[in-house]
């Protein structure tokens, strides 16, 4: 009896021993422990998809600026240029505020000189899901005496270096004599290879030519 007393009580100490050295003394594991990642340096973009991710977003609206022809303190339309054939000198672009259409001004292109044309654009970056879609230019336009070929919108299409692919002058319906405000609508197919549009309104030969409330959207 004494020898199994003995026997139980070593056990009994042996096991105490045991739970406190490798429980009360061994130091728990975190649940979780935090690993640092480390990530690969990230290649630079090319130019051309810089380019990319600076033109408007897949199907996002066409927006033109300043399509209100709001003059700058200059009396310019600011983000509409300004294009004469030849030496120029023949043209004047002006917001005109006495004769709008819509506040604050219209837009008049007036020939005082022997050039044949004069053009007030602006180009729109073409996003690559716009290509084989087509293009709606809308606007108000009216004449004062204009002769010869007349006035018109404009819309074009043009590659990377500025050659011309498609365009559209309303070559058959073009503004002529003198005439009242009229809405107008002209389309282009964009190019597969197009990276710009070109909108706007010209005169071409004499007289003059309002141009007001000018849109542009996908219609397919």
């Given at each position: ?7 139980l ?17 061994v ?51 600011s ?16 917001a ?40 709606r230019?809308?606007?108000?336009l ?12 404009v ?18 319906a073009?503004v ?39 849109a ?5």
């Amino acid at each position: 009896m004494n020898n199994s007393i003995s026997h139980l009580w070593a056990v009994l100490l042996l096991a105490g021993f045991t739970n406190h050295a490798f429980g009360a003394d061994v130091p728990s594991v975190p649940a979780t422990s935090a690993v640092t990642q480390v990530t690969a340096p990230t290649a630079l973009p090319s130019a051309y998809a810089r380019r990319q991710a600076r033109r408007a977003a897949p199907d996002a609206v066409i927006s033109l600026k300043n399509s209100s022809f709001n003059p700058d303190m200059q009396g310019k339309m600011s983000a509409w240029t300004e294009i004469e054939h030849g030496s120029g000198k023949s043209y004047t672009f002006v917001a005109d505020p006495e004769n709008a259409l819509s506040i604050p001004s219209s837009a008049r292109i007036r020939r005082h000189g022997s050039e044949p044309f004069g053009l007030l654009q602006q180009s729109i970056g073409v996003h690559p899901s716009w290509h084989n879609k087509t293009a709606r230019l809308s606007g108000s336009l009216r004449g004062v005496d204009i002769s010869g070929a007349g006035g018109a919108l404009v819309l074009r299409a043009d590659d990377g270096s500025g050659q011309i692919l498609a365009w559209n002058f309303m070559q058959n319906a073009r503004v002529k004599g003198t005439q009242d405000w009229k809405r107008y609508t002209i389309e282009l197919k964009i190019p597969p290879s197009a990276y710009s549009l070109i909108a706007g309104v010209m005169l071409e030969d004499g007289g003059t030519l309002w141009a007001d409330n000018l849109a542009i959207e996908l219609i397919d």
